[in-house]
Nanobody, 119 residues
Framework: QVQLVESGGGLVQAGGSLRLSCVAS????????MGWYRQAPGKQRELAAT????????YADSVKGRFTISRDDNAKNTVYLQMNTLKPEDTAVYYC????????????WGQGTQVTVST
C-alpha cells in the first residue's frame, strides 16, 4: 500500500507561480512512475506531468515549457511540480499519482490540492 499527500496549492494571480509537493509513504519499492494529474470543474481528469524512477519526464502539451516535475533525489519519496506562468485555465484540483507499470499494474492517488488562478 502507498499513501500520497499533496500540499502547496492555493490562489495565485495569472502569471504567477506555485510549487506543489507530494510525499509518498508505504511500499514504495513497487512504484516506477509518479505524476501529477488535474481535474477542472466539469472536465475529466487529465495528465499534467510524469517522472519515472529513472528520471525520464513527460509533459502534456498544455503545460510544456511552464511546468517542471522533479524528485527529491535524497529522499526519493517526494515529487514536486513547479508551475510557472500560470493561466486561469490551469485552475483545477491537482492530484498526485503513483504507478507500478508492467505486470500486475497498480496505481495510487492522493486526495488532491486545489489550485486557483485568478485573472
Amino acid at each position: 500500500q502507498v499513501q500520497l499527500v499533496e500540499s502547496g496549492g492555493g490562489l495565485v494571480q495569472a502569471g504567477g507561480s506555485l510549487r506543489l509537493s507530494c510525499v509518498a509513504s508505504g511500499s514504495l519499492f513497487s512504484i516506477n512512475v509518479m505524476g501529477w494529474y488535474r481535474q477542472a470543474p466539469g472536465k475529466q481528469r487529465e495528465l499534467a506531468a510524469t517522472i519515472t524512477s529513472g528520471g525520464t519526464t513527460y509533459y502534456a502539451d498544455s503545460v510544456k515549457g511552464r511546468f517542471t516535475i522533479s524528485r527529491d533525489d535524497n529522499a526519493k519519496n517526494t515529487v514536486y511540480l513547479q508551475m510557472n506562468t500560470l493561466k486561469p485555465e490551469d485552475t483545477a484540483v491537482y492530484y498526485c499519482n503513483a504507478e507500478r507499470r508492467g505486470p500486475f499494474y497498480i496505481e495510487y492517488w492522493g486526495q488532491g490540492t486545489q489550485v486557483t488562478v485568478s485573472t
